[in-house]
């Protein structure tokens, strides 16, 4: 494993500010290909810092026992917005920039917007393929999915379905992607793979250990790993889901969000899935019910909501063909 | 006239009212004007409130000689939990409201907002947005133009300050609310002048003329006895930008060269160590150029943007007779 400071700027203060990468190179020869994960984008996401170091553990270890097996090229940015990552909050702080929305052509010279810049066009030399590690923000809690802008769709899917996520939501297109380090990375013809799992400030283990499964699956698909690690066990296929798959609910009214279900848990149509109360007064404003039959694939974890704020989603089952 | 355009419950107390300002007859030309994107940008909000005075005064005849010929409407505050902290952006969402747009109509509240403001303002023919520099950073007063034909360019002309300058095409400039605007048939300017969280009452008194100005010149107020002033203004495009950055991290003491033009090779500040004093580094203009951008907060990285020059082979004069 090579350790490598991707950029660096002196401070102030004293110590630098330092983004680091690690590279696992091919065991010999041309890589057949190059991947590139990166996360920590947003500083209150650590889902993907703990993925990157289970990546990082297993493919040190597999390169200490089997070097041959690397027949491509492995690079990890893991903590991509270390100002941000230490003070737990999602933008650079002393910009209040968000990184994820800098991607592509941004004018501007500010630090974060360099960075974003440099790491932008890092991953554009260095890989063939990326996936870059979202949480969720501090309000949802996600399964791991990975999502996929409806133009990119063909190219990203059979790679999706590779990784054994939960699900695979292909949705339409919006302006708020247009700034973002995949849509700009697919729109130069590098394949990458956004995942958005858990919830921010907070690591769920169980959902990183699918993770982590999928992407040393995603490896061996790809040719990069010769082999699959016999602990790697097998796990069934997303669900995919299209725009009109997917349903959501959102409150009616401002209040406190108390929920009944689970995130995973399969729900009927109409199902109580929660209350929104007000407190003060003491009375229920509003029993949630589920939008359709499915998986209950995004909760509401922050309690406080205001009317309209989105409280859930399913991914709808699919009605038999007739 | 004060208006409500949007009534929402809060989780937990008062519900969170936004109001808008109105004058004038309708059928005629219509301008909006937009403050309080971001929650420490005082110059706009102080700017509102004393247009929304005088326009009030015009309306109920103390201001002798005016007449208000078009619809005028001013949106003092609209990322009303940002103004509540102080901040630049509500905490709670860490969303900058000016990436926001256009927003949904029932969604988050911050999309809500924002959906509000463009129903409100899509049928006028001008909007006005009032801005300051970013955080840590000084603007000399100028307007920013997206797309400026020479039609945009003539109307910037009559708000009265001496420099244009062109906003960059990005892709994250199509979540602003200038570009929403500028795509649904405004002609948008954005008025920028000082910095956030400090109040400036010269600029205030310049940006407050130039609007009456804008006013009178495109037909929205009349004067019986005085005619309206066109002004002069060079205008820059993006390509005249010249970001000018740091070679040592430390303390950045800057000249007071703001709003001036200087030659290549000037001394536009120093930077000196935080823990010695000792100069580092003098920074100097790379170019001929008007100082449209400062910095303001001390603490610079190594490579930090310290101010913005508007190179002058790029300019043209847009003069009152032009």
Same mark, same amino acid.
């Given at each position: 494993?090579?350790?490598?400071?991707?950029?660096s700027?002196?401070?102030?203060?004293?110590?630098?500010?330092?983004?680091?990468?690690?590279?696992?190179?091919?065991h010999?020869?041309?890589?057949?290909?190059?991947?590139?994960?990166?996360?920590?984008?947003?500083?209150?996401?650590?889902?993907?810092?703990?993925?990157?170091?289970?990546?990082?553990?297993?493919?040190?270890?597999?390169?200490?026992?089997?070097?041959?097996?690397?027949?491509?090229?492995?690079?990890?940015?893991?903590?991509?917005?270390?100002?941000?990552?230490?003070?737990? /909050?999602? =933008?650079?702080?002393?910009y209040?920039?968000?990184?994820?929305?800098?991607?592509?052509?941004?004018?501007?010279?500010?630090?974060?917007?360099?960075?974003?810049?440099?790491?932008?066009?890092?991953?554009?030399?260095?890989?063939?393929?990326?996936?870059?590690?979202?949480?969720?923000?501090?309000?949802?809690?996600?399964?791991?999915?990975?999502?996929?802008?409806?133009?990119?769709?063909?190219?990203?899917?059979? =790679?999706?379905?590779?990784?054994?996520?939960?699900?695979?939501?292909?949705?339409?297109?919006?302006?708020?992607?247009?700034?973002?380090?995949?849509?700009? !990375?697919?729109?130069?013809?590098?394949?990458?793979?956004?995942?958005?799992?858990? #919830?921010?400030?907070?690591?769920e283990?169980?959902?990183?250990?699918?993770?982590?499964?999928?992407?040393?699956?995603?490896?061996?698909?790809?040719?990069?790993?010769?082999?699959?690690?016999?602990?790697?066990?097998?796990?069934?296929?997303?669900?995919?889901?299209y725009?009109?798959?997917?349903?959501?609910?959102?409150?009616?009214?401002?209040?406190?969000?108390?929920?009944?279900?689970?995130?995973?848990?399969?729900?009927?149509?109409?199902?109580?899935?929660?209350?929104?109360?007000?407190?003060?007064?003491?009375?229920?404003?509003?029993?949630?019910?589920?939008?359709?039959?499915?998986?209950?694939?995004?909760?509401?974890?922050?309690?406080?909501?205001?009317?309209?704020?989105?409280? *859930?989603?399913?991914?709808?089952?699919?009605?038999?063909?007739? | 006239?004060?208006?409500?355009? !949007?009534?929402?419950? #809060?989780?937990?107390?008062?519900?969170?009212?936004?109001?808008?300002?109105?004058?004038?007859?309708?059928?005629?030309?219509?301008?909006?004007?937009?403050?309080?994107?971001?929650?420490?940008?005082?110059?706009?909000?102080?700017? *509102?409130?004393?247009?929304?005075?005088?326009?009030?005064?015009v309306?109920?005849?103390?201001?002798?000689?005016?007449?208000?010929?078009? /619809?005028?409407?001013?949106?003092?505050?609209?990322?009303?939990?940002?103004?509540? #902290?102080?901040?630049?952006?509500?905490?709670?969402?860490?969303?900058?409201?000016?990436?926001?747009?256009p927003?949904?109509?029932?969604?988050e509240? #911050?999309?809500?907002?924002?959906? /509000?403001?463009?129903?409100?303002?899509?049928?006028?023919?001008?909007?006005i947005?009032?801005?300051?520099?970013?955080?840590?950073y000084?603007?000399?007063?100028?307007?920013?133009?997206?797309?400026?034909?020479?039609?945009?360019?003539?109307?910037?002309?009559? =708000?009265?300050?001496?420099?244009?300058r062109?906003?960059?095409?990005?892709?994250?400039?199509?979540?602003? !609310?200038?570009?929403?605007?500028?795509?649904?048939?405004?002609?948008?300017?954005?008025?920028?002048a000082?910095?956030?969280?400090?109040?400036?009452?010269?600029?205030?008194?310049?940006?407050?003329?130039?609007?009456?100005n804008?006013?009178r010149?495109?037909?929205?107020?009349?004067?019986?006895?005085?005619?309206?002033?066109?002004?002069?203004?060079?205008?820059f495009?993006?390509?005249?930008?010249?970001?000018?950055?740091?070679?040592?991290?430390?303390?950045?003491?800057?000249?007071?060269?703001?709003? /001036?033009?200087?030659?290549?090779?000037?001394?536009?500040?120093?930077?000196?160590?935080?823990?010695?004093? *000792?100069?580092?580094?003098?920074?100097?203009?790379?170019?001929?150029?008007?100082?449209?951008?400062?910095?303001?907060?001390?603490?610079?990285?190594?490579?930090?943007?310290?101010?913005? !020059?508007?190179?002058?082979?790029?300019?043209?004069?847009?003069?009152?007779?032009?």
């Amino acid at each position: 494993m090579n350790t490598q400071t991707l950029l660096s700027r002196a401070s102030p203060l004293g110590a630098p500010l330092n983004i680091v990468k690690q590279t696992f190179p091919a065991h010999q020869g041309k890589p057949v290909q190059r991947v590139s994960f990166v996360s920590g984008l947003h500083g209150d996401e650590f889902e993907g810092l703990y993925l990157c170091h289970r990546l990082i553990q297993a493919l040190r270890q597999i390169q200490e026992t089997q070097p041959e097996v690397f027949k491509g090229e492995v690079h990890i940015i893991p903590a991509a917005n270390p100002p941000a990552l230490n003070q737990g /909050t999602r =933008l650079w702080p002393f910009y209040g920039s968000d990184m994820n929305r800098m991607m592509g052509p941004h004018p501007g010279a500010s630090i974060p917007v360099q960075m974003s810049r440099e790491i932008f066009n890092h991953l554009k030399e260095c890989s063939d393929l990326v996936v870059d590690i979202h949480a969720s923000n501090l309000h949802l809690k996600e399964l791991p999915q990975i999502r996929i802008i409806e133009e990119f769709s063909e190219e990203l899917l059979p =790679l999706a379905l590779q990784t054994h996520t939960d699900i695979v939501w292909i949705h339409p297109m919006a302006g708020v992607f247009e700034s973002t380090l995949g849509y700009n !990375l697919n729109k130069l013809n590098i394949p990458t793979l956004v995942i958005e799992t858990g #919830t921010g400030l907070r690591i769920e283990p169980g959902f990183v250990d699918r993770l982590f499964h999928g992407m040393i699956r995603l490896l061996h698909h790809q040719g990069i790993l010769a082999s699959l690690p016999s602990d790697i066990p097998s796990a069934p296929t997303p669900q995919v889901v299209y725009p009109r798959e997917v349903a959501q609910t959102s409150a009616k009214h401002s209040g406190l969000f108390v929920s009944q279900a689970s995130l995973g848990q399969r729900v009927g149509e109409d199902e109580i899935i929660g209350q929104v109360l007000d407190p003060v007064r003491g009375v229920v404003l509003e029993e949630v019910t589920a939008p359709g039959n499915g998986l209950l694939f995004t909760l509401r974890e922050q309690p406080a909501v205001h009317s309209g704020t989105l409280l *859930a989603r399913v991914a709808l089952d699919r009605k038999p063909k007739s | 006239m004060k208006e409500e355009i !949007l009534n929402i419950p #809060t989780p937990f107390g008062e519900p969170l009212i936004l109001y808008k300002n109105r004058w004038g007859p309708e059928g005629g030309e219509s301008l909006s004007i937009v403050s309080g994107l971001q929650g420490d940008r005082l110059n706009g909000l102080m700017v *509102a409130s004393r247009l929304s005075r005088f326009l009030n005064d015009v309306e109920s005849g103390k201001e002798t000689g005016y007449q208000i010929r078009g /619809t005028i409407q001013i949106f003092p505050v609209v990322n009303y939990k940002a103004w509540e #902290t102080g901040n630049p952006i509500w905490n709670f969402d860490s969303q900058d409201v000016d990436l926001t747009f256009p927003g949904t109509g029932v969604g988050e509240l #911050t999309e809500t907002i924002c959906n /509000t403001v463009i129903r409100h303002t899509a049928e006028s023919d001008y909007g006005i947005i009032l801005q300051t520099g970013e955080r840590h950073y000084e603007d000399a007063p100028h307007i920013k133009l997206i797309e400026p034909n020479r039609k945009r360019r003539n109307f910037a002309r009559s =708000l009265g300050l001496p420099i244009g300058r062109e906003v960059a095409e990005s892709p994250s400039l199509v979540l602003s !609310l200038a570009k929403q605007w500028d795509q649904i048939g405004l002609h948008p300017f954005i008025l920028s002048a000082g910095k956030p969280q400090i109040y400036h009452p010269q600029y205030s008194d310049l940006l407050l003329d130039g609007i009456i100005n804008f006013m009178r010149t495109n037909g929205l107020l009349s004067h019986n006895r005085e005619n309206s002033s066109q002004r002069e203004m060079a205008f820059f495009d993006a390509h005249s930008e010249c970001p000018v950055l740091t070679r040592q991290a430390g303390l950045f003491y800057p000249e007071p060269v703001n709003g /001036t033009v200087v030659e290549k090779g000037s001394k536009l500040g120093e930077v000196r160590d935080l823990y010695e004093g *000792a100069v580092l580094e003098e920074v100097h203009a790379p170019e001929k150029g008007y100082v449209v951008t400062l910095r303001e907060h001390p603490m610079v990285h190594e490579k930090e943007l310290v101010g913005i !020059l508007l190179r002058e082979k790029n300019q043209r004069w847009f003069w009152p007779f032009g």
